[in-house]
């Protein structure tokens, strides 16, 4: 089971993000973790290693990966996956036939339909709620009800959910929180450090940040729990390999850099599409419009880059997605850049697919933005340009543990990789 030193909890963020997790190599004293490509262990006489038997089970790579990101999100165990549904699946194999478990409305389509397509066969029950009043959580609580299922912001609606409200309320009822925390990071938003039992993500997202890995993480501090955690990792198997550890390991340690540009970026380019005349809603919980403004300055240390837009037709969102050129129309968020349109639920891919869900409509435009000009987006229209000048950027939340504060300063710098997806994959 991975255990994060005591040591690596006492640093800041953009430390932990460089530095935790790793143990000095023995052989050649390699700075980076060596990627331990190899699917067994020699054993010096049966049953005698050096702590590793079989690659499944555990690998040096994965650990210091499981290290990592366990320190950044504060928990003391982290557990890799070979997706953020992998992460998902193997959160829910916690739970017994006949368990209720109740469960945010608007997460990501995939769990959505992972909870109704699959574990609702093997006899879960769930109800899915409005989050974003913790009341609705609490009213669907049941004697049955083991789990309280939450993502915020969530994908793609933006809607934020009060973890300490929902927690409580988890607690109370004798119920695990799970939180999904791939929007906001640890960089934004500590789960655990809310009263979350786990914090769960799709490292495939920011945490790699550069679009070449698929993975998923859980992070949690209770001993027990990860003891279950890690049997489930092992028996059901469905970990990352060595190289792909070795990726969102190298990706985390610009975290802290990459999410202080996508905070700036975002709240310049979110002001700008509120005075877009084409643009009907924008969704970002930094703007103050945002209903849960408040809520997101005080849970969170920062706002991110995911903003979603309306344009109040299917045609214009299909039309700005496929003729943006920076932007490049790609399935998911948190790489190079981002955007994607959200249409209509694919039908082979069932239910909770796109629109499919409450709250999603067709005409809505997701987009992430990345690193680099805020001009580069707005090369097409001179008023924008004019406009992301002008703007200065939201007001920031109050940052902790080293995160930018210092956003709102830095100069307008954006990139926007916009992707279709007009449903989950
Ligand atoms: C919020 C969120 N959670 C979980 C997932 C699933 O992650 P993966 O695609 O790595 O399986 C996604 C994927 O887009 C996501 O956006």
Known sequence: MTKVSGEDLTRRLATRAVHAGHIADPLAGAVM?????????????????????????????????ERNIAALEGGRHGFAFASGLAAVD????????????????????GTHRQMTHIWAR???????????????????????????????????????CDLEAVTEIARRAGALSV????????????PLELGADVALHSTTKYLNGHSDMVGG?????ADDLAERIGFIQNASGAVPGPFDCWLALRGTKTLALRMRQHDATGRRIADWL????????????????????????????????????????????????????????????????????RGRGRPDR???????????????VKSRLSCSH????????????????????????????????????????????????????
């Open 122 to 160: 093997y006899g879960l029950e769930f109800s899915f709620v409005d989050a974003a009043d913790a009341r609705n959580v609490a009213a669907a609580v049941t004697p049955r009800t083991r789990m309280v299922y939450t993502e915020t912001p969530t994908n793609p609606m933006m809607r934020l």
């Open 217 to 221: 993480m859980l992070v949690m501090n």
């Open 33 to 65: 973790a060596p990627i331990y490509q190899t699917s067994t262990y020699v054993q010096q006489g049966l049953g005698k290693h050096k702590g590793y038997e079989y690659a499944r089970t555990s690998n040096p790579t994965r650990e210091a990966l």
């Open 90 to 109: 193997a959160v829910l194999k916690l739970l017994s036939q006949g368990d209720h478990v109740v469960s945010g409305e608007n997460v990501y389509g």
């Open 350 to 364: 069932g239910p909770g697919a796109g629109a499919g869900r409450r709250g999603m409509r067709a005409s809505e």
């Open 274 to 341: 509120t005075r877009h005349p084409k643009v009907s809603q924008v969704y970002y919980p930094g703007l103050p419009s945002h209903p849960q403004h408040d809520l997101a300055c005080r849970q969170m240390s920062g706002f991110g880059g995911m903003i979603s837009i309306e344009l109040g037709s299917v045609e214009r969102a299909r039309r700005l997605v496929e003729r943006t050129k920076i932007f490049a129309l790609a399935e998911s968020l948190g790489g190079a850049a981002v955007g994607r349109h």
């Open 179 to 190: 939180v999904d925390n791939t929007f906001a990071t640890p960089c934004f938003q500590r």
């Open 374 to 425: 805020a001009e580069a987006w707005a090369r097409r229209s001179a008023t924008l340009k004019r406009s992301v000048r002008q703007h200065s950027a939201v007001p920031s939340p109050g940052f902790s543990q080293g995160t930018p504060r210092e956003t709102s300063k830095s100069g307008p710098r954006t990139d926007c990789l916009l992707h279709n997806s007009r449903s989950i994959t």
